[in-house]
């Protein structure tokens, strides 16, 4: 008895439909990990893992001169203390999401949130 064409398509669909699924969960994984970048200036000071970062505060003083000090907190950070006038840095809050951004005008200091996969 030979099989019909609508159940020899239903067959290869299936079987398509099956080797789509096995190729999607052998796919390589990857890990997407919250960064965090401290810049001054031009250059790169630090680069904090948020996704592994413990709760902390820390400052930059002795490595820059500047008397700013840094909050991580829930894998977010944000600027705690400077000493420029207007305080808009720190009034920016915590920052988490890809692409938030929070900056010293007066002391050339950056910090930058960006999505990476590792």
């Known amino acids: 008895m030979k ?3 609508l159940r020899l398509a239903l067959w290869l ?6 080797a789509a699924s096995l190729l999607w969960l052998c796919r390589p994984q990857t890990k997407e990990h919250t960064v965090a970048t401290i810049t001054v200036g031009e250059k790169t000071l630090r680069t904090i893992d948020l996704a592994s970062a413990k709760d902390q505060e820390f400052s930059i003083l002795e490595e ?5 000090t840094f909050q991580i907190k829930d894998h977010a950070i944000r600027f705690l203390e400077s000493n ?3 305080k808009v840095c720190i009034h920016t809050g915590f920052l988490k999401n890809d692409l938030d951004v ?3 005008l007066p002391n050339q200091t950056t910090i930058l949130i960006t ?3 590792r």
């Open 3 to 5: 099989p019909s064409p």
């Open 13 to 18: 669909a299936v079987a398509a439909a099956l």
């Open 64 to 68: 820059t001169g500047l008397p700013i």
């Open 84 to 86: 420029c006038p207007d």
């Open 102 to 104: 929070a900056c010293c």
């Open 115 to 117: 999505r990476e996969n």
